[in-house]
Each structure stands twice: as structure tokens, then as C-alpha cells.
């Protein structure tokens, strides 16, 4: 029998954070505890620290007592891997309690030199990372695929610089989700589980975000493989309502199940709905979601920790 420790990751309730006067990240670390998860996840991107909901050390030693007092563990989130941000999200991070950060280049895709500018800035907080006792883990976000994030990392080879293997971010670069696995799965460290379709919208193929479960997303056969490698940590991922567009050529697609078009389904984007059809729809497909998750856990005899 597997044990994973799952953690859920706050875009899972992102529009709870949006439009709810009552739900900030204190009621986050709450509800994951309540519904039996050993850690959580917190995009900390962009001004005011997003769902981290505050920037001062008093706010971060709460977030971390709040953790600590329910034996849960942490994980945050952010983007741009200059040294300047990173090494202020490395503090923030320790602060917190967690013990790994995501991050994913904010160069444009079409830069030249955008492996070797992120090789650059991933050396130069290596050490900063490994004293602080915070992982850095780059993720394949929409940019990279699986070879060469497993190339950038390979020649940072740094053993407090690793990998944040997505279920699903290799469809918007129209890469099998096994390829990009096969390539990073020496350098992962945490995951994001989640589920898409792909439809086409007004013209254009466009990856679309469901409940899990609901998608074509080889969930079960990916977990297992990275069950069987040795982790022990799963971040899971409500992505609901979200959407974004193929990066690569139809044409150019593998033929492969999960690229595969649902074309009966209806384009839909959480931030065109009303705040009560967001808040609504969200916390359903949440709850379904993780109960679809926690009913396949049960079948393939996987059981959850509640130490992360």
C-alpha cells in the first residue's frame, strides 16, 4: 500500500479568496485541515503576496503558527526567477513554514536566451536556497517542456534547486504529459495534480480546466508512477473554469488520449461569471473533485498521511 501526504493548493479556491469578505488564509489552513489534507499550498505571486494575504513578518509567523499548531505542512508559490525576487520569496517562504518554493521564468517565450538566462539566475540563489533550508523547485508552466527543464536543471545541479512536475501545463506546449514526466522525474520534488479538456472556442484550441476527474488527464497512471518513484507529497488542484491557449500547431499534437477534443463542451471562464455562479461552481467542483480523488485513492489502495 502507497501513503501520500496531499496538500491542496489555494487557486483550488481562488474565487473564495476573490469575492469572500470571510475567507482569507487563516480559513484556507482551516478548511484543508478540516477536509483532511496534511499541508497546503499558497500563491504568494504578485502585490500583497495574492492569497498569502499580508506582507509583514507578523503575518508570516502567524501563517506559520496557524500551520505548525495543526501539524501541517507548506508550500508557496511564485514566479520570476531573477535573484531579487527570489531571494525575498526564499524569506518570505522560510517565514511562513514551507519548506519548498515554485517558481517558473517570466522571460518571454521567444527569448533566444531564455534557457540560459534561467540557468543563470537558478545558480546564482543555490546556495541562498540551500542556507535558508527552502527548496526552489522550477515548474513546466506553459513555457518549458519536460527535456528541457531536465536540461536547465541538469547543468544548475544543485541539490536545493529541483523540479515541480504539472499534470496537465505540458498540453499548452502540446507535449504528453508522460514525456515531460519521463524527462523531469529525476528532479522532482512536488507536483500539481489537476484535470483538463481541450476544446476548441471561437475558433481556436484552448486547454479548459475541470473538476478532477472530469477531464482526460491520465491521473491514476501518472500518480502511480510517481508513487512508485519514491514521492511522498501531491499537491492537489481544483482548476475548475480556468482555460488557456495551445502554445503549439494542432497539427503538431501527439495522438495521444488526453489531446484528444471534447468538442460538445461549452468554453467556460470563472472570471465572466457572476460572483455567485464563480463561488458556487467552485467550491462544488472542489468537493467533487476531491471526493472523485479520495474514492480512486480507496481502489489502488493509496493512503493518505497526515504528516507532510
Known sequence: MSIVAM????FSLRYQFRYRDDFDVF???DLAHTEGFAGVNISANGPGYRDLCGTTGEHFEAVRRALSERGMGCELDTSDTSYENMTTMIDVAKSCGADQLRTYTRYPREMPDIIERTIEDLKSIADYAEKSKVRVLLENHEDFNGPQIAQILNVVDHPWIGALYDYGNSQMVGEDPFVALDAMQPHISAVHMKDHVMIHHDGKAIVQGVSMGQGRLPIMDITR????????????????????????PEKNLPHTACFEFDNQLACLTGDELSQDDALNGEMVAFRQ???????MFERDEISLSQVS
Open 7 to 10: 496538500h491542496i493548493h489555494s
Open 27 to 29: 480559513d484556507f489552513i
Open 225 to 248: 508512477r510517481l508513487l512508485d518513484t519514491g514521492l511522498e507529497r501531491i499537491c492537489f488542484e481544483n482548476v475548475w473554469s480556468y482555460n488557456a491557449p495551445l502554445l503549439t
Open 289 to 295: 473533485g476531491w471526493d472523485w480523488l479520495r474514492n
